[in-house]
């Protein structure tokens, strides 16, 4: 076998959103999240990032039909640098939640690993995970 090439790891995940959510969630991401718009070909297309990663929504056609139920996505986890961190988020986040369009799934937590997260369900109805994980460079 040769030798494998490097990876940087799992830094993009892309979303379909419902016409209805779309621009409320984008916001979320944007104004709630704080990542920032990278590139956004067009009104149905925005790519977000942190400077490290990149979150594609994509405006999902009258043709199409998210179906939440059919994909094999759980959630999508933004990394933090401390557990302090999940705990701040968390705080800044759940009194603003109706405002937001989000609904906050579980509160902070420290599991068996050591992580410490917390999770909530964007405007379109991804559930994302706020996470510090110890044993992930930053």
């Not at 790891?9 to 999240?33: E, K, M, P, S, Y």
């Not at 599991?111 to 044993?135: C, E, K, M, N, W």
Request: with cysteine; hydrophobic share 45%.
């Amino acid at each position: 076998m040769s030798e494998r090439p490097a990876l940087l790891g799992l830094r993009h995940v892309a979303l379909w959103i419902d016409g209805a959510a779309f621009d409320r969630t984008v916001r979320f991401w944007v104004d709630a999240l704080g990542m920032r718009i990278d590139w956004q070909p067009d009104a149905d297309n925005v790519y977000l990032t942190s400077g490290t990663d990149n979150v594609a929504l994509h405006r999902a056609a009258a043709s199409r039909v998210v179906d939440h139920s059919r994909s094999a996505l759980d959630h999508v986890g933004v990394c933090v640098p401390t557990a302090a961190d999940v705990h701040a988020w968390h705080a800044r986040l759940a009194p603003q939640a109706e405002d937001l369009g989000i609904a906050i799934v579980q509160g902070p937590k420290t599991h068996r690993d050591g992580a410490t997260s917390f999770y909530l369900r964007d405007p379109a109805g991804t559930t994302v995970q706020i996470i510090h994980l110890p044993g992930v460079a930053h």
